[in-house]
T-cell receptor, first 104, second 117 residues
Framework: KNEVEQSPQNLTAQEGEFITINCSYS?????LHWLQQHPGGGIVSLFM???GKKKHGRLIATINIQEKHSSLHITASHPRDSAVYIC??????FGKGTSLLVTP | NAGVTQTPKFRILKIGQSMTLQCTQD?????MYWYRQDPGMGLKLIYY???????DKGEVPNGYNVSRSTTEDFPLRLELAAPSQTSVYFC????????????????FGNGTRLTVT
């Protein structure tokens, strides 16, 4: 059983829509990471969270430690946001990713 | 800063051949990790290192070896390539962490796409 579950697996949105990607985990953590993998394959770190909320541009990440749940929100989505978004809570615990396609 | 540099980007191997995937970071990070990524699966940890001279197995170490002679370099060796090793390989580093946690932001290389035929 994977200890990190992401939903949805796939998501298609129209440009401008508000997007939410969810991550639930079952292990104790010190920090949760949101990563972005573009179609070219490279992986970049978006957020590292241990509590509360962080914002970077149109991206917002929240975490509820008691409920073992995190969300990644994208406001005013744009086609360049199309990518796979991955939640990780440690070197052994990655979600399978959420594939996002934003259409014009 | 170059960050994490992986070479090569692509490679095709015949069954039984060997090769080394190179990974170098210039951020003075103690923690380095090798992952493989297969379609529809999450990243799987192959090996990790907490500092020069120290390496340990991850979740899927069979068929691979690593070394960490310096802080900067963490090469991954495939001795006898098998079709099951066809995958995309990522090297990553962080300043702090362990085999269970990441306590600082992660930095990834651009990946190596390996095909074994």
């Amino acid at each position: 059983k994977n200890e990190v579950e992401q939903s949805p697996q796939n998501l298609t949105a129209q440009e401008g829509e508000f997007i939410t990607i969810n991550c639930s985990y079952s292990v104790g953590i010190s920090a949760l990471h949101w990563l972005q993998q573009h179609p070219g394959g490279g992986i970049v770190s978006l957020f590292m969270l241990s509590s509360g909320k962080k914002k970077h541009g149109r991206l917002i990440a929240t975490i509820n430690i008691q409920e073992k749940h995190s969300s990644l929100h994208i406001t005013a989505s744009h086609p360049r946001d199309s990518a796979v978004y991955i939640c990780a809570v440690g070197p052994l615990n990655f979600g399978k990713g959420t594939s996002l396609l934003v259409t014009p | 800063n170059a960050g994490v540099t992986q070479t090569p980007k692509f490679r095709i191997l015949k069954i039984g051949q060997s090769m080394t995937l190179q990974c170098t970071q210039d951020m003075n990070h103690n923690y380095m990790y090798w992952y493989r990524q297969d379609p529809g699966m999450g990243l799987k940890l192959i090996y990790y290192s907490v500092g020069a001279g120290i390496t340990d197995k991850g979740e899927v170490p069979n068929g691979y070896n690593v070394s960490r002679s310096t802080t900067e370099d963490f090469p991954l060796r495939l001795e006898l390539a098998a079709p099951s090793q066809t995958s995309v390989y990522f090297c990553a580093s962080s300043y702090e962490g362990s085999h269970l946690t990441y306590n600082s932001p992660l930095h990834f290389g651009n990946g190596t796409r390996l095909t074994v035929t």
